[in-house]
């Protein structure tokens, strides 16, 4: 389980760097846009789905926040302790 969990945690801080690069405007091939990029790698294919069925609420994109909550859930489900939320 700690592995898991180690993973799980890792995933989050991932989806937290996410929008946290995402409020801010990038220079294209500077070192914040290319982690952006490897970020958006990972957390993308989660997200996307997500996307396509939560209506979207003016310019705010709510599936991050929706992901985190899910993913919550899950490392609670599992037994995650001192997890990252």
Do not use: H, K, Q, T
């Not at 946290?20 to 500077?30: D, E």
């Not at 993308?44 to 909550?69: E, F, N």
């Amino acid at each position: 389980m700690g592995i898991l969990c180690s993973l799980i945690n890792l995933y989050l801080l991932a989806v937290f760097g996410f929008i946290i690069l995402s409020w801010f405007p990038l220079n294209p091939g500077g070192i914040a846009s290319r982690i952006y990029g490897y970020l958006r790698m990972a957390v993308d294919p989660v997200l996307a789905p997500l996307r396509r069925v939560l209506p979207r609420i003016g310019p705010l994109d709510i599936s991050p926040i929706i992901l985190i909550l899910g993913i919550s859930i899950l490392e609670r489900a599992i037994g995650c302790r001192g997890g990252f939320l």
